[in-house]
């Protein structure tokens, strides 16, 4: 069984900074693309960034240029790094993987159990 775990949501004035974390645990063989939603009160959830095993990154235009996504994949851990934060990002944050638990077995993808992250001032 593969459990996804975020840390690091909160409560932040606007203009500040956050770091969020998601480690993988549980049966892993293999790990293709890690990323980052969001999901507003009364939104739908949207791709905030991701990034692939061999480093390549794709993000929202909404936080390009604010947002780093990064990955240990010794940890089987993705960080987003988030600065400049806004009103608009008020929202939940969800990690999501693409995990091949077994050798020779499909990618699955999995989610982790969302952290709230607050922009107010």
């Known amino acids: 069984q593969v459990q996804l775990v975020e840390s690091g949501g909160g409560l932040v004035q606007p203009g500040g900074s956050l770091r969020l974390s998601c480690a993988a645990s549980?049966?892993?063989?293999?790990?293709?693309?890690m990323g980052w939603y969001r999901q507003a009160p009364g939104k739908e959830r949207d791709l905030v960034a991701a990034?692939?095993?061999?480093?390549?990154?794709n993000y929202a235009d909404s936080v390009k240029g604010r947002f780093t996504i990064s990955r240990d994949n010794t940890k089987n851990t993705v960080y987003l790094q988030m600065n400049s934060l806004k009103l608009e990002d008020t929202a939940v944050y969800y990690c999501s993987s693409d995990i091949m638990p077994y050798s020779s077995g499909p990618y699955y993808s999995y989610w982790g159990q969302g952290t709230q992250v607050t922009v107010s001032s």
């Open positions: 990034v692939t095993s061999g480093g390549s990154t």
């Open positions: 549980g049966s892993i063989f293999s790990i293709h693309v």
